[in-house]
């Protein structure tokens, strides 16, 4: 068991290391290179401007992956080659199948609201599925689905820390339920990037970052999936500028490809 506090190292694209309690979580791994290309279904590629700060190869011991869905932005062909098949993935049903088709046997899809739970020691990690949707309206049914991830620590029956994963959705009312069910969120780390293909809108621009992150009130909010693909037509600027005002900037961490930054969210200065 270990009292380090939860921390994020950001490695690209919607990829990052999570160490939570004694636990070390993997998302949604795009490990390509600049200039490769990403399948992401339909006919449709887009070619990678940046490096990932890790290999897998580098990576330390994992316990689970936590998959938002399965385009090739977020599971492409260098993790399917190279992370261990009998690694737990946490993600959707429907990728799920295709995981499992792959040799991922320890896939796992949680339907909406669904927990998987990680136990060492008196600790448990406890990883919850959140609605999510990719595209507006009946445009959704083509592309895959998605989910968000709550991420609860606890050690000895008690709540330590609250993550909340977006995952690649765009905000909609559905999200509402979300602190309703789950108030006090420390942390939050927020998909951006306002992608679009032929002109839809398929991940959250600034204004619905700073909409989703007023929604859910996290003690603090890491902006991650912002200018890795040409499809990302939202830069990080716009959102911190948007954030900034309404008032959110004091609790926004931004995090640069490499870098670890603590996920407790930040003490307020005390008047002079």
């Given at each position: 068991?270990?009292?380090?506090?939860?921390?994020?190292?950001?490695?690209?694209?919607a990829?990052?290391?999570?160490?939570?309690?004694?636990?070390?979580?993997?998302?949604?791994?795009?490990?390509?290179?600049?200039?490769?290309?990403?399948?992401?279904?339909?006919?449709?590629?887009?070619?990678?401007?940046?490096?990932?700060?890790?290999?897998?190869?580098?990576?330390?011991?994992?316990?689970?992956?936590?998959?938002?869905?399965?385009?090739g932005?977020?599971?492409?062909?260098?993790?399917?080659?190279?992370?261990?098949?009998?690694?737990?993935?946490?993600?959707?049903?429907?990728?799920?199948?295709?995981l499992?088709?792959?040799?991922f046997?320890?896939?796992?899809?949680?339907?909406?609201?669904?927990?998987?739970?990680?136990?060492?020691?008196?600790?448990?990690?406890?990883?919850?599925?959140?609605?999510?949707?990719?595209?507006?309206?009946?445009?959704?049914?083509?592309?895959?689905?998605?989910?968000?991830?709550?991420?609860?620590?606890?050690?000895?029956?008690?709540r330590?820390?609250?993550?909340?994963?977006?995952?690649?959705?765009?905000?909609?009312?559905?999200?509402?339920?979300?602190?309703?069910?789950?108030?006090?969120?420390?942390?939050?780390?927020?998909?951006?990037?306002?992608?679009r293909?032929?002109?839809?809108?398929?991940?959250?621009?600034?204004?619905?970052?700073?909409?989703?992150?007023?929604?859910?009130?996290?003690?603090?909010?890491?902006?991650?999936?912002?200018?890795d693909?040409?499809?990302?037509?939202?830069?990080?600027?716009?959102?911190?500028?948007?954030?900034?005002?309404?008032?959110?900037?004091?609790?926004?961490?931004?995090?640069h490809?490499?870098?670890?930054?603590?996920?407790?969210?930040?003490?307020?200065?005390?008047?002079?």
């Amino acid at each position: 068991m270990t009292t380090q506090q939860p921390e994020v190292t950001f490695v690209g694209t919607a990829t990052t290391v999570l160490r939570i309690g004694g636990f070390t979580l993997l998302t949604d791994p795009n490990f390509l290179h600049r200039g490769q290309r990403a399948y992401l279904g339909r006919g449709l590629w887009s070619r990678r401007r940046t490096d990932p700060a890790l290999e897998i190869a580098q990576l330390p011991s994992l316990d689970a992956v936590v998959l938002s869905h399965l385009h090739g932005d977020h599971f492409d062909r260098v993790a399917r080659r190279e992370l261990d098949k009998a690694l737990p993935i946490v993600t959707t049903p429907q990728a799920e199948r295709k995981l499992r088709r792959w040799g991922f046997r320890a896939a796992e899809g949680l339907p909406t609201w669904r927990t998987r739970e990680l136990r060492r020691g008196g600790e448990t990690l406890r990883l919850t599925s959140m609605p999510g949707r990719h595209g507006p309206g009946l445009l959704d049914l083509a592309l895959p689905d998605v989910m968000g991830t709550m991420i609860d620590l606890e050690r000895d029956g008690e709540r330590r820390f609250r993550l909340y994963v977006t995952g690649d959705t765009l905000n909609r009312p559905m999200l509402a339920e979300i602190p309703q069910r789950y108030p006090d969120i420390d942390a939050m780390l927020i998909h951006l990037g306002g992608t679009r293909i032929a002109g839809i809108l398929l991940t959250m621009d600034a204004r619905q970052g700073a909409d989703l992150t007023e929604l859910v009130r996290p003690g603090l909010t890491v902006p991650i999936h912002y200018d890795d693909y040409p499809v990302f037509r939202s830069p990080l600027g716009h959102f911190l500028a948007e954030a900034r005002r309404r008032g959110l900037g004091d609790r926004i961490r931004t995090v640069h490809r490499g870098e670890t930054v603590p996920l407790t969210p930040p003490v307020p200065a005390r008047p002079a």
